[in-house]
């Protein structure tokens, strides 16, 4: 189990914007990929972005295409998430995920995930 720590959470106004971090406990050199998900309050948990770390060929869910984007830090080992636009429906636990199976980069099932944050809470008011 690789240790995953979310930070950056808050609460804003509809249009706003936040950044995400997250930090991972292995080594930077490691193969991996590493996807943001979020949680709202009686809904599944979904995917927003993925990037393969080192590489950093970056994935998107169609439902924040143009307003969020995923980067990385390969020497701090920490991948960002800056979201634009922010509106109501983006409002959730947002959760930092890793897999060392390369071919997951893109894949929006948890269960395609080993490792996880314990969550940073974005809240968006209107």
């Known amino acids: 189990q690789v240790g995953l720590v979310e930070s950056g959470g808050g609460s804003v106004q509809a249009g706003g914007s936040l950044r995400l971090s997250c930090v991972a406990s292995?080594?930077?050199?490691?193969?991996?990929?590493m996807t943001w998900f979020r949680q709202a309050p009686g809904k599944e948990r979904e995917g927003v972005a993925s990037i393969y770390f080192g590489g950093g060929t970056a994935y998107y869910a169609d439902s924040v295409k143009g307003r969020v984007t995923i980067s990385q830090d390969y020497a701090k080992n920490m991948v960002y998430l800056q979201m634009n636009g922010l509106n109501a429906e983006d409002t959730g636990m947002y959760y930092c995920?890793?897999?060392?199976?390369?071919?997951?980069?893109?894949?929006?099932?948890?269960?395609?995930?080993?490792?996880w944050g314990r969550g940073t809470q974005v809240t968006v008011s209107a």
């Open positions: 995920a890793l897999s060392y199976v390369v071919p997951t980069c893109g894949s929006w099932y948890p269960n395609d995930y080993t490792s």
């Open positions: 292995d080594q930077p050199y490691n193969r991996k990929c």
